[in-house]
């Protein structure tokens, strides 16, 4: 008898207390790119990838992939595996799946995942935590202008990650 493993989610920042737009507006050329590090808790084959989008100003495709990270040198590894969803304006204020090819994660290894958009204008919701309470993964910004970006340790994407075991 084959036994199928549903998927369950493994981390989960569902705090929600401002926004990190992506994409650009039309009448601004540089594109702004969102990302989120984190370390893998358990085990087991990704399964979605899933972002809290509190706007939409332009509907249109956004792009998440996920690649391997080194937090010492804050190197972001090959990509691994990415997946597109075309976002509506009637996504505002709900959460946009990622599905994804499964794909190994190993406990306690550092992933990242990244989120751009070339056509749409799309608010994430993140949350800002006090210099007491920083997060356990970082949040990054870059644009078209500063690929390499920045690291926030006291900010953190809306997000959340479902595994299925192995």
């Known amino acids: 008898m084959e036994t199928t493993h549903q998927p369950r989610p493994v981390i989960t920042q569902l ?3 401002t926004t990190l737009w ?7 050329p540089t ?16 399964h979605n990838i899933q972002v809290y989008s509190s706007a939409v100003q332009n509907p249109g495709e956004m ?12 190197n972001w590894g090959p990509q691994l595996v990415s997946s597109t969803v075309a976002v509506k304006k009637t996504d505002e204020e709900k959460w946009i799946r990622f599905n994804l090819p499964p794909m190994p994660l190993h406990k306690n290894e ?25 997060f356990s993964g970082e949040e990054w910004h870059g644009d078209s202008k500063d690929q390499d970006g920045h690291y926030y340790k006291y900010f953190s994407l809306a997000f959340k990650i479902e595994m ?3």
């Open 15 to 17: 705090q929600n207390n």
């Open 22 to 28: 992506i994409g650009h507006l039309q009448t601004d």
């Open 31 to 46: 594109d702004h790119f969102a990302g989120q590090t984190f370390s893998c808790p358990a085990s087991g084959e990704l």
């Open 63 to 74: 792009v998440l992939t996920v690649h391997a990270f080194d937090t010492e040198s804050k």
């Open 110 to 134: 550092n992933y990242a995942f990244r989120l751009r958009t070339n056509d749409a204008m799309i608010a994430i919701g993140e949350a800002a935590a006090g210099t007491q309470n920083p």
């Open 164 to 166: 299925c075991a192995s």
